[in-house]
């Protein structure tokens, strides 16, 4: 998910100048240059968690290995008519009960196990069914019909745009469950078929790849196949009067995988050229951390109107119609929900907990593609826009606060100076490990660590704890520096740094040091360990330097203060 602050009325008066040609010329950067991402907001009121009782012990004993969905939409009537399936097995034999998630405003019509009518109670956000003849694999049907509760950043919207209906859904982070009946657990995915019905002037779009469409009574079905398994979180649809076009990207193995657009109808020209850089997007990325992941289904993006930024859904991204300006101002968007389908939608979190994960590949992968299309320099540029001192608390467990700018751009920070520490090859032979030993399941921040040791040969420990576990506030650097000369006339630079940011935490890193001169050609750096809060250090020099620079390209998420006394 990428979320963008922005000051609408300045964003249409720009974008219609953009528009129109009256204020940049055509050839403007992709990088907006109001948006300041992922601002940080109270999300509180987002996140439901075991503790708060959404999720129970019972849950984590079911597996579900499908899901059919079959939804009968009514946007006029803002209500929907649902017949839900659930193939499971227990992973516990002993198990008594049935419990899974779903809201109690919907009314139940009917839930049946095995094909059998059986007991069931539906509270809140749970709904406990009464097992009847268990089998290794079973079977719960659950019809009901109702209007969903729109929570979250929008978990189920009936929404409409210049007098056309739009139907779509965010579930992250526990969201799922206001729509369908379902056992929204992270680490139990499943696979899906959906069967969405509105009126025959709608598209009807989900996860996956169409099966099937069919006419009934002026009401078009859409049947949508998943053949990898999702997290609940990702599951998505979206109905409206949508106009499409397509692409396709060649993976590195010769295979076609289509990319499918769904733009409103008003938007169809600015859509084709905002979105026309996916191919490059998914060929990059496929690049960097290995193949696509859902390369026998698609991609897609889709239109909807959470207008706040985008949602990664699998294989079919949601995009902010606000976003689709014809003036290819969000590209970082695309190239971020494009990431989530290998980090989050592939390998996805074992807990909320670990949410930067996500969050933070994802950012960090802008980064890296501003780098692979633009040159080193640009890597840079990114993660300089990025900078920023005022974190709180960890970047794991970061409570209720999910998508918090820490989440997201500490989260690339924190990656950004794990390249710095252990280096490019290595780095790069992390992401695509990390990636091939995870794909299609869950993934701990505990896990990545391992994976960083065992192709780093190095022990990290002090670096996860630091940046990830426990380090609470950006690291704050008071420097002081001089020059001695010694009998035989040699230079020596004596550097005294002083760490004094908030909290107990003490860092250690790598420091590269420029040292600088009148011709720029004898400036030079050398890298040193720092590891200490009060950190003293004398360096040889070549010859008497002038001035100094503390990372110079920008690998630490640092903040340096110069305390010397220049006479």
Not at 351 to 361: P, R, S, Y
Request: aromatic share 18%; glycine share 6%; charged share 25%.
């Amino acid at each position: 998910m990428k979320k963008n602050k922005i000051y609408f009325s300045l964003f249409f008066f720009v974008s219609s100048l953009v528009v129109s040609g009256g204020l940049f010329s055509s050839k403007i950067s992709r990088t907006h240059p109001y948006k300041d991402y992922f601002s940080v907001l109270n999300q509180s009121w987002f996140f439901n968690d075991d503790e708060d009782g959404y999720n129970f012990p019972e849950q984590k004993l079911i597996n579900v290995l499908h899901y059919t969905v079959k939804l009968d939409l009514f946007p006029e009537q803002k209500r929907l008519k649902g017949d839900v399936t659930l193939q499971f097995v227990f992973t516990d034999s002993l198990q008594k009960f049935f419990k899974i998630n779903f809201y109690d405003n919907m009314r139940i019509h009917k839930v049946l196990w095995n094909g059998s009518s059986t007991n069931y109670s539906n509270f809140k956000t749970s709904l406990t069914v009464t097992p009847k003849v268990l089998y290794d694999t079973n079977y719960v049907e659950i019809i009901y019909e109702g209007r969903p509760k729109n929570l979250g950043l929008s978990s189920f919207v009936f929404g409409e745009i210049n007098g056309t209906s739009l139907i779509y859904n965010i579930n992250e982070p526990t969201y799922a469950s206001t729509w369908f009946p379902c056992n929204d657990v992270l680490t139990d995915k499943a696979t899906y078929d959906f069967y969405l019905t509105n009126s025959a002037s709608k598209i009807s779009v989900a996860n996956g790849l169409l099966v099937e469409k069919y006419d009934s009574n002026g009401r078009t079905t859409y049947h949508w196949r998943t053949q990898y398994e999702l997290p609940t979180y990702t599951a998505a649809i979206y109905s409206s009067d949508y106009k499409t076009f397509s692409d396709k990207f060649i993976t590195a193995s010769g295979d076609t995988v289509p990319i499918h657009y769904y733009a409103l109808p008003a938007h169809l020209n600015n859509a084709k050229i905002d979105f026309e850089e996916h191919a490059q997007i998914l060929k990059v990325l496929s690049q960097l951390f290995g193949e696509y992941p859902f390369a026998k289904e698609k991609y897609g993006v889709a239109e909807f109107l959470w207008q706040n930024g985008a949602m990664e859904n699998a294989t079919i991204t949601g995009i902010g119609s606000n976003f689709v300006t014809g003036a290819k101002m969000f590209t970082d968007i695309y190239v971020h929900e494009a990431a989530h389908q290998w980090w989050g939608n592939c390998v996805s979190p074992a807990t909320w907990k670990d949410i930067w994960l996500n969050e933070g590949f994802a950012s960090y992968s802008e980064a890296l593609y501003d780098e692979a299309v633009f040159g080193i320099d640009a890597l840079f540029s990114n993660m300089r826009k990025n900078f920023r001192t005022d974190f709180e608390g960890t970047l794991y467990n970061p409570g209720s606060n999910l998508f918090s700018s820490k989440v997201y751009k500490k989260g690339a920070w924190v990656l950004h100076m794990l390249r710095w520490e252990v280096g490019d090859d290595d780095f790069f032979a992390i992401l695509n490990q990390y990636f091939d030993l995870y794909k299609f399941k869950n993934a701990s921040t505990g896990d990545l660590k391992k994976v960083c040791e065992d192709v780093s040969k190095k022990d990290l420990s002090k670096f996860f704890d630091q940046w990830v576990y426990e380090g609470e506030n950006t690291p704050v650097v008071n420097y002081r520096w001089k020059i001695k000369q010694d009998e035989d006339s040699t230079y020596y630079l004596v550097l005294n740094l002083q760490q004094v940011q908030k909290g107990e935490t003490e860092y250690h890193f790598p420091l590269e040091v420029k040292f600088m001169y009148d011709n720029p050609e004898d400036n030079y750096s050398e890298t040193i360990l720092v590891d200490e809060l009060t950190f003293e250090k004398t360096i040889k020099l070549k010859k008497k330097m002038n001035s100094l620079i503390f990372d110079p390209k920008g690998w630490l998420l640092i903040e340096f203060n110069d305390f010397n006394t220049y006479e």
